[in-house]
T-cell receptor
């Protein structure tokens, strides 16, 4: 059975801190790993990673994938209160169209 | 484009009642999905569809039914509501006309339907 495990499950930091969120996975035929940010409503897409070692970056957020060790990290530097959200990791397989989601990391950034 | 539209936003059902959660997308996406999200949990796939007339079960299909008669609409039916179906339901869609697009087409989510069964 496919499995996606995120850690930590929750994290509280102060504005300006740097955080690292972790995602490990076990899937039969890996195709891609995706990160989403979920505030009050629908998850919004952040990154899709398919190749090891290539960092994806968007502003203060960056992510990298290690296909040998089967994990990914999402880094957020100089955190702001607007970064407070649930961050979801999901993995897709080559054999189908479905994503398996992790439980998410609840990040709270205090002023 | 409105994107993915879900209705209703909220609903309270009594045990044993039935209802249909509506989902429509106007992006001409061929793939559509229904997920549920329980408090403090990630998303679990209920059903999905790769095109009109084609549906398939996800991880947690029991107690639900779907249909996909058009590209735009993908309703989710609950026949006999149970308290265990209290959750937030998200519909999503993506487009994949080629294998490459399938590998690089993230999901677009609706805003969710919050369902309580008491």
């Amino acid at each position: 059975e496919d499995k996606v495990v995120q850690s930590p499950l929750s994290l509280v930091v102060h504005e300006g801190d740097t955080v690292t969120l972790n995602c490990s996975y076990e899937v039969t035929n890996f195709r891609s790993l995706l990160w989403y940010k979920q505030e009050k409503k629908a998850p919004t897409f952040l990154f899709m990673l398919t190749s090891s070692g290539i960092e994806k970056k968007s502003g203060r957020l960056s992510s990298i994938l290690d296909k040998k060790e089967l994990f990914s990290i999402l880094n957020i530097t100089a955190t702001q209160t607007g970064d407070s959200a649930i961050y979801l990791c999901a993995v897709g397989e080559t054999s189908g169209s479905r994503l398996t989601f992790g439980e998410g990391t609840q990040l709270t950034v205090n002023p | 484009n409105a994107g993915v539209t879900q209705t209703p936003k909220f609903r309270i059902l009594k045990i044993g009642q039935s209802m249909t959660l509506q989902c429509a997308q106007d992006m001409n996406h061929n793939y559509m999905y229904w997920y549920r999200q329980d408090p403090g949990m990630g998303l679990k796939l209920i059903y999905y569809s790769v095109g009109a007339g084609i549906t398939d079960k996800g991880e947690v299909p029991n107690g639900y039914n779907v249909s996909r008669s058009t590209t735009e609409d993908f309703p989710l039916r609950l026949e006999l509501a149970a308290p265990s179906q209290t959750s937030v339901y998200f519909c999503a869609s993506s487009y994949a006309g080629t294998a490459a697009e399938k590998d690089n087409s993230p999901l677009h989510f609706g805003n969710g339907t919050r369902l309580t069964v008491t």
